[in-house]
């Protein structure tokens, strides 16, 4: 699987999680219409990751909402803005402008025009103003 495809089910499988509280197998079954070739061991990754540091994410990326409280934001974009902060946060050696332009790409296939432009407000603010040294 390639990782933009890892990406994508992530985002499915948080929104799912999210939305129905279902449990992490039956979120990543409810994205996979069939086996993807590669396995899915980075959407694991990513899953996994994100929902274990998820009170972590949610502080960090609160702060960068201006006007927004995170639970009134669109389902589905806050499930891409925890994707994106978990790979900033804690994935250091991806490159930022990677992980700005994914969660970018990922609005405009599952948002509309403002949701995309919220989401690259959040990241770049997020990437403007924390101290390089971040986790």
Known sequence: MKRRTAREKAVQCLFQI??????????????LEEQEPG???YLMFLVEGTLKHLPQIDEELKKYLRGWQLERIANVDRAILRLAFFELMFEPELPEK???NEAVELAKLYSDDQSYRFVNGVLSSFLQERPQTQL
């Open 98 to 100: 990677v992980v700005l």
């Open 18 to 31: 999210d939305m129905s509280q279902v449990e992490l197998p039956e979120a990543i079954n409810l994205v």
């Open 39 to 41: 396995g899915t061991d």
